[in-house]
């Protein structure tokens, strides 16, 4: 049987990256996978992907355009996917990333820090508020947040991601407590820099990202290393596993 057989997840940011690369594999693990992405372009790529991946398993995906800073965009994407598959019990809340409008907190504008924060937390509280509960509805399951490395450690010069990537992780410890009681796990995935293709156009431009990826022990990952890791926790595998802020970094957390 496959480790996420019966199995319903949302992901969000999924057409490209290490959500593409999660939806993949979750898909080839058995799960049905609903890929929320703002990009229809991509998200209807990544879902195409992703059913190929899962054709030998009984994995599927649905692909539904959804903003996840808008609360109504994503309470009616949660509601397409209860209606499509009827139940839901992994959310991994992805979406997020930064830009090369980052900078020190003297220099950063004022426009790129709220975008942090109202893609990669709002974001997280938004898919959080309205998927919990279906979770809940459906027996429990897993949550499963998207930390960085950089809120682990010190990366001068990316301060507005520090601040929402520092608030996810914070989020994450609470909600594991909150929500344990309805048999929901949450946990958060802390990668480093990681080879999408977003991230190889910022290591041309940014010395900063460029100089941390040199200190990696293991060489740079890639996004399948970050979706092992959330199959990982989307399964029974992880039935105890809860609060906690795991990094798959190349070990530069401890160099």
Excluded at 201 to 209: N, R
Aim: aromatic share 4%; net charge negative.
């Amino acid at each position: 049987m496959a480790r996420l057989d019966n199995k319903v997840a949302f992901i969000t940011g999924g057409g490209g990256g290490i959500g593409r690369a999660t939806a993949e594999r979750f898909a080839e693990e058995g799960a049905k996978v609903v890929i929320a992405e703002i990009n229809r372009a991509a998200g209807e790529a990544a879902t195409l992907s992703a059913r190929s991946k899962g054709r030998k398993t009984g994995g599927d995906a649905l692909f539904i355009e959804t903003d996840v800073t808008n609360a109504e965009s994503v309470e009616a994407a949660v509601k397409q996917t209860i209606k499509h598959y009827k139940s839901l019990h992994i959310l991994h809340n992805n979406a997020g990333g930064s830009t090369l409008q980052d900078g020190p907190v003297t220099e950063a504008p004022v426009e790129e820090f709220w975008r942090c924060i109202n893609l990669d937390v709002f974001g997280t509280f938004l898919c959080s508020k309205f998927a919990i509960p279906e979770i809940a509805k459906s027996g429990g399951g897993s949550v499963i947040n998207m930390s960085s490395n950089v809120a682990l450690m010190a990366l001068p010069g990316r301060d507005c991601y520090t601040a929402a990537k520092g608030a996810v992780t914070s989020l994450t410890r609470s909600m594991a407590v909150e929500y344990a009681p309805d048999n929901i796990r949450v946990n958060a995935i802390a990668p480093s820099v990681t080879l999408s293709d977003r991230v190889r156009k910022l290591l041309e431009k940014s010395p900063e990202i460029e100089a941390i990826s040199k200190t990696h022990l293991l060489g740079l990952g890639e996004p399948i290393h970050v979706a092992d890791l959330a199959v990982y926790l989307a399964g029974d595998e992880s039935a105890i596993t809860t609060g906690q802020v795991i990094p798959v970094d190349s070990g530069v957390t401890i160099v």
